[in-house]
């Protein structure tokens, strides 16, 4: 059976279509799969999709991942393949598994939670012409009825799960409005970073916070509620896969919600089978303040950790509670305490913060920049706008209080570094550009930066102005010139223009 497999985000790394391809062709299926790399609020062009519609002619099954900020491309892509071709096709992902009834409007078919053992019984029945309307996990539309089915388990044991498909030979990449059949080259082009391997060791989040899907996913398998941990023997198998297979992999990114689920005795094991095998830089993502520990840390240096993403989101107890997000500023400041022990091997110490929440005080936000003022430099801070994702409980308070006017432009459209332009978002700008290289404002100028009356008077501003003034912005153009003179080498117009736009907007603030 020939399936195609559609990918419209941004980068090509797509660890579920990967994972996906990988499974069917444990089957024996014939799988192609196209990355239509696009920004999400562009459109795609008709002759892009035209390319598309050529390549999937003889396709028995379509297949289309995607998030919300993706559903109008998915919409365009899959308008076009109907308007030329007679093939199912099916939707995958967060967006789908949350809102299937909608998904509905467009695709035939909707995959609901993991995909891996539902698309595999999906391709098996429809090769052998049986009826497979009954699969767990998936959702159709019949005759204008929707037919929802029991939800399939999560996958538990993961080491069941093949590897990532990265074997090109039936992948092609879109470049430049053109799609282009895959080649080593092309790939090393594209690939995350242009060297580095993503992967996840675990699936799942021991949180629920309010703002995210996991938030949803949690209330979806209530009896699913932990984190489900790759065993480390097949996670070091993948990553020897990997090097042999991508020799200009040059370090790996453990994307994973919560990397520090694993106790003592697993990141030892870890830690001496990848100096042993793997010997590469790496980076952890998903770090919280209630899940760090210091040993783990310094046997995870000692194996080449040289980067860590630390979710703090807010320092305001009251914004705390609202997140759901349970632990103390203390915390926070041991933990990037113990951090800044490493600096010398730690290269890269970023921290989230979410802006733009609508039911923040003032005094909110001044509470999260006094707590940014007392953590050690260099750190660098993942600035994001609260969007109101599908059916969290958070949108599910914005819709009841009319924060949500039209879903399509504040939400599916929303770009999450789009922040307003308030003077208190422009101190978080600051604080960015002084942290990032290693320069401090400190909890004295702080206080006179925020303070009420002073800001009432305008003097406070007087002292950012002063303060922008003598920052150091070179690295901030060095860094902007670094990445737009990779992707003229790439050829890659559509991330200088993400990078420029995006650089533009911080100069804004």
């Given at each position: 059976?020939?399936?195609?497999?559609?990918?419209?985000?941004?980068?090509?790394?797509?660890?579920?279509?990967?994972?996906?391809?990988?499974?069917?062709k444990k089957e024996g299926h014939n799988i192609q799969v196209i990355f239509l790399r696009n920004c999400f609020y562009d459109r795609y062009k008709d002759k892009t999709l035209n390319e598309v519609v050529e390549l999937s002619r003889g396709t028995d099954l379509i297949g289309i991942s995607l998030m919300t900020n993706l559903f109008e491309n998915a919409v365009q892509i899959t308008q076009m393949?109907?308007?030329?071709?007679?093939?199912?096709?099916?939707?995958?992902?967060?967006?789908?598994?949350?809102?299937?009834?909608?998904?509905?409007?467009?695709?035939?078919?909707?995959?609901?939670?993991?995909?891996?053992?539902?698309?595999?019984?999906?391709?098996?029945?429809?090769?052998?012409?049986?009826?497979?309307?009954?699969?767990?996990?998936?959702?159709?539309?019949?005759?204008?009825?929707?037919?929802?089915?029991?939800?399939?388990?999560?996958?538990?044991?993961?080491?069941?799960?093949?590897?990532?498909?990265?074997?090109?030979?039936?992948?092609?990449?879109?470049?430049?409005?053109?799609?282009?059949?895959?080649?080593?080259?092309?790939?090393?082009?594209?690939?995350?970073?242009?060297?580095?391997?993503?992967?996840?060791?675990?699936?799942?989040?021991?949180?629920?916070?309010?703002?995210?899907?996991?938030?949803?996913?949690?209330?979806?398998?209530?009896?699913?509620?932990?984190?489900?941990?790759?065993?480390?023997?097949?996670?070091?198998?993948?990553?020897?896969?990997?090097?042999?297979?991508?020799?200009?992999?040059?370090?790996?990114?453990?994307?994973?919600?919560?990397?520090?689920?694993?106790?003592?005795?697993?990141?030892?094991?870890?830690?001496?089978?990848?100096?042993?095998?793997?010997?590469?830089?790496?980076?952890?993502?998903?770090?919280?303040?209630?899940?760090?520990?210091?040993?783990?840390?310094?046997?995870?240096?000692?194996?080449?950790?040289?980067?860590?993403?630390?979710?703090?989101?807010?320092?305001?107890?009251?914004?705390?509670?609202?997140?759901?997000?349970?632990?103390?500023?203390?915390?926070?400041?041991?933990?990037?305490?113990?951090?800044?022990?490493?600096?010398?091997?730690?290269?890269?110490?970023?921290?989230?913060?979410?802006?733009?929440?609508?039911?923040?005080?003032?005094?909110?936000?001044?509470?999260?920049?006094?707590?940014?003022?007392?953590?050690?430099?260099?750190?660098?801070?993942?600035?994001?706008?609260?969007?109101?994702?599908?059916?969290?409980?958070?949108?599910?308070?914005?819709?009841?209080?009319?924060?949500?006017?039209?879903?399509?432009?504040?939400?599916?459209?929303?770009?999450?570094?789009?922040?307003?332009?308030?003077?208190?978002?422009?101190?978080?700008?600051?604080?960015?550009?002084?942290?990032?290289?290693?320069?401090?404002?400190?909890?004295?100028?702080?206080?006179?930066?925020?303070?009420?009356?002073?800001?009432?008077?305008?003097?406070?501003?007087?002292?950012?102005?002063?303060?922008?003034?003598?920052?150091?912005?070179?690295?901030?153009?060095?860094?902007?010139?670094?990445?737009?003179?990779?992707?003229?080498?790439?050829?890659?117009?559509?991330?200088?223009?993400?990078?420029?736009?995006?650089?533009?907007?911080?100069?804004?603030?």
């Amino acid at each position: 059976m020939k399936i195609t497999l559609i990918s419209p985000y941004e980068e090509i790394y797509a660890l579920g279509i990967r994972i996906l391809s990988s499974c069917l062709k444990k089957e024996g299926h014939n799988i192609q799969v196209i990355f239509l790399r696009n920004c999400f609020y562009d459109r795609y062009k008709d002759k892009t999709l035209n390319e598309v519609v050529e390549l999937s002619r003889g396709t028995d099954l379509i297949g289309i991942s995607l998030m919300t900020n993706l559903f109008e491309n998915a919409v365009q892509i899959t308008q076009m393949l109907k308007k030329n071709l007679s093939v199912p096709i099916l939707w995958g992902g967060i967006h789908p598994t949350i809102r299937p009834e909608e998904c509905l409007d467009y695709a035939d078919m909707v995959c609901i939670g993991e995909g891996e053992e539902t698309l595999v019984e999906l391709a098996r029945k429809m090769e052998n012409g049986a009826d497979f309307y009954n699969i767990q996990g998936m959702c159709f539309k019949e005759k204008g009825k929707v037919i929802k089915n029991k939800l399939r388990p999560l996958i538990r044991n993961l080491d069941s799960v093949p590897f990532l498909d990265y074997s090109y030979e039936n992948h092609y990449i879109l470049v430049d409005g053109h799609i282009l059949k895959a080649d080593e080259d092309l790939l090393k082009k594209y690939f995350w970073s242009h060297s580095a391997y993503p992967i996840l060791a675990t699936r799942g989040c021991p949180f629920s916070c309010t703002y995210c899907c996991n938030n949803t996913i949690n209330e979806m398998w209530p009896e699913h509620k932990f984190v489900r941990k790759r065993s480390i023997e097949n996670i070091i198998r993948e990553l020897i896969e990997a090097k042999n297979n991508l020799p200009f992999i040059e370090n790996i990114i453990f994307d994973d919600d919560a990397f520090f689920v694993y106790n003592e005795e697993e990141i030892g094991e870890f830690c001496t089978k990848y100096k042993k095998n793997i010997g590469l830089p790496f980076t952890i993502g998903g770090i919280t303040p209630t899940t760090f520990d210091r040993e783990k840390l310094l046997l995870l240096v000692d194996a080449g950790l040289i980067g860590v993403r630390i979710g703090i989101q807010t320092g305001s107890e009251r914004t705390k509670r609202m997140y759901k997000r349970y632990y103390s500023n203390e915390q926070v400041e041991e933990v990037a305490k113990k951090l800044n022990e490493f600096k010398d091997k730690i290269k890269v110490i970023g921290y989230d913060i979410i802006l733009d929440n609508p039911w923040e005080k003032d005094e909110d936000l001044v509470e999260t920049l006094m707590l940014l003022s007392k953590l050690p430099r260099p750190y660098f801070l993942n600035l994001y706008s609260l969007t109101f994702y599908p059916e969290t409980e958070l949108y599910k308070l914005a819709k009841n209080e009319g924060l949500i006017s039209d879903e399509t432009k504040d939400i599916k459209k929303k770009w999450m570094y789009d922040f307003k332009k308030s003077y208190l978002n422009k101190l978080f700008i600051l604080v960015n550009e002084y942290a990032s290289v290693g320069s401090k404002i400190s909890s004295k100028q702080m206080r006179l930066l925020t303070d009420r009356k002073l800001r009432k008077l305008k003097l406070s501003y007087l002292l950012y102005i002063v303060l922008k003034i003598k920052v150091n912005r070179i690295p901030w153009i060095k860094d902007l010139l670094r990445k737009v003179l990779n992707e003229v080498k790439r050829g890659d117009l559509s991330k200088i223009s993400f990078n420029i736009k995006r650089f533009l907007r911080y100069k804004r603030l």
